[in-house]
């Protein structure tokens, strides 16, 4: 199958893998499987399919097991990562607080946490709390190495 009929027909192959989920045993087809729901949900949030984002993001983790940040790093942090935004696209900040808050707790580096508080952030000022955006902002930045001062002078 080409890349292009792939990507043209993902919602329909992986509505019909989901379906059969409990009879894929074959680690190789899980992890493909997994594959497969990353590529319907980027698909799904660029056509502003919040919530079909967020069934193909769960799927995708259920699919990569309980040792997901350990043997499947990347794909597990892409995936909260995309539900992270679309949960706050959808409102659902409690939603978007776990996601998030996951990426914190498990991401090996903190570039890699980037993504989520730049969501985190985003959050916050749309929610008018601009403080607490700023806060963590900062906090972000101070684990970089980068500080500010909390007072700073006119200098």
């Not at 199958?1 to 043209?8: F, G, K, P, R, Y």
């Not at 929610?127 to 955006?133: F, I, P, S, V």
């Not at 902002?137 to 500010?148: D, E, R, S």
């Amino acid at each position: 199958m080409t890349s292009d009929l792939l990507e043209e027909k993902i919602f329909t192959i992986v509505n019909h893998l989901n379906y059969g989920i409990s009879f894929i045993t074959n680690l190789d087809e899980k992890k493909s499987l997994v594959v497969f729901n990353l590529l319907a949900a980027r698909k799904a949030r660029a056509a502003t399919a919040y919530q079909a984002t967020i069934e193909y993001t769960k799927i995708g983790l259920v699919l990569l097991g309980d040792n997901a940040w350990k043997e499947y790093y990347d794909i597990c942090l892409e995936l909260h990562d995309l539900a992270a935004e679309v949960a706050w696209l959808l409102g659902d900040l409690a939603l978007m607080n776990v996601w998030i808050n996951n990426v914190i707790e498990n991401t090996k580096n903190p570039l890699d946490q980037i993504r989520a508080y730049f969501v985190k952030i985003q959050s916050l000022a749309s929610q008018n709390k601009l403080q607490e955006a700023i806060s963590t902002g900062l906090l972000i930045l101070k684990n970089f190495g980068v500080t500010f001062p909390e007072n700073p002078t006119p200098d």
